[in-house]
């Protein structure tokens, strides 16, 4: 069976050095936020888990809001931030050597 993976001009992306720099940098800033927000909203868990008692304390003597709020908050908007991040990365350097390899393919 043929499959367009195995054409001569994807063979000519896989052998190209700045394709494999492209996945190794791809790779590892989606592996480092990914470990970011995981980290995160697992430690978060744990805790609604565990030690719940410290996500319902109130904010202070007189505040309806719990300490938990704000927190999880934060884990949303961190993950916005990487989501942001990332998005950067893919549409400035990421872009630019998928352009670059692109040209070079189809020289």
Known sequence: MHSPANTPVYERVRRNPKFQELVRQRSRLALILSAIVLVGYYSFMM?????????????SDDS?????????A????LSWLLTGVYSHFANGRFQDLTDEITRETLQ
């Open 47 to 59: 805790v609604v888990a565990f030690a719940p008692d410290l996500l319902h304390k109130p904010m």
């Open 64 to 72: 309806a809001l719990s300490v938990g709020f704000p927190i999880g």
């Open 74 to 77: 934060a884990i949303i908007i």
